[in-house]
């Protein structure tokens, strides 16, 4: 597996992102919606979204059009987590999106790298299927806990968030066809129910990517990420 010496360029420059954007510019925005009046908790969680859009989602879309292997994003996905584990256990925490006992966004970052790299694995080379799931997860649950912060000021669950991130992620999921469609709805569901220790960002990856599987098992018709051309 030959890795080029653009792909390694492009990952120190999405790595470089995304740690500025966790350090430096989610601080300046918590330091400004704490200065406008927003509660703490508030604050922090609408930076977790922010996180979740700007580099979970941001960053797997530019993936295809990138890189040849999974390999650098996954090693990439790796350090993040580790990078984000490293605070809870030194109990020195990033404050303006970290929160004491919920460990959440480690996850976040070792499931959008496995499940993209499994996703380019079994569709023999083709990222969408992987990168569908990890954008339920990055975008469809960001504008989920968005419509719920903004209406219920605190971190619950609210049907009223899982009909916003179906309006966003069952179109998006139309670019793998009605499988896709399929997948967007059903982790739009799967968001709104948590068990703890496992939270959503294993939930509705793993289970939309799940039903991708399934659906090219037993229904391909209803997959075209063949046509896609990546």
């Known amino acids: 597996m030959q890795l080029s010496v653009s792909e390694i360029m492009v990952t120190i420059i999405l790595l470089a992102w995304v740690i500025f954007l966790v350090t430096f510019l989610t601080k300046k925005t918590y330091e400004y919606m704490r200065k406008r009046g927003l509660p703490e908790n508030v604050a922090v969680y609408y930076n977790r979204k922010i996180i979740h859009i700007l580099a979970g989602g941001?960053?797997?879309?530019?993936?295809?059009?990138?890189?040849?292997?999974?390999?650098?994003?996954?090693?990439?996905?790796?350090?993040?987590?580790?990078?984000t584990y490293i605070p809870h256990r030194t109990s020195k925490l990033m404050y303006w999106f970290q929160v004491e006992g919920n460990m959440y966004e480690v996850s976040f970052c070792i499931m959008w790298g496995v499940i993209i790299t499994l996703g380019w694995m079994v569709s023999n080379g083709n990222y969408w299927f992987g990168i569908l799931p990890v954008l339920f997860m990055s975008v469809g649950d960001a504008v989920t806990g968005l419509v719920r912060n903004t209406l219920f000021k605190k971190r619950t669950k609210s049907w009223w968030g899982n009909l916003a991130m179906a309006t966003v992620s069952i179109p998006m999921g139309a670019v793998l066809g009605l499988a896709g469609v399929?997948?967007?709805?059903i982790a739009s569901f799967?968001?709104?129910?948590?068990?703890?220790?496992?939270?959503?960002?294993?939930?509705?990856?793993l289970t939309s990517f799940i039903i991708l599987i399934l659906l090219k098992l037993y229904a391909p018709s209803l997959l075209t990420f063949e046509s896609l051309g990546f």
């Open 58 to 83: 941001l960053v797997a879309v530019i993936i295809p059009h990138t890189f040849t292997t999974p390999l650098l994003p996954l090693t990439m996905a790796l350090l993040l987590g580790v990078f």
């Open 182 to 185: 399929t997948a967007g709805a």
């Open 190 to 205: 799967i968001e709104h129910f948590e068990h703890h220790p496992i939270d959503d960002n294993v939930t509705v990856p």
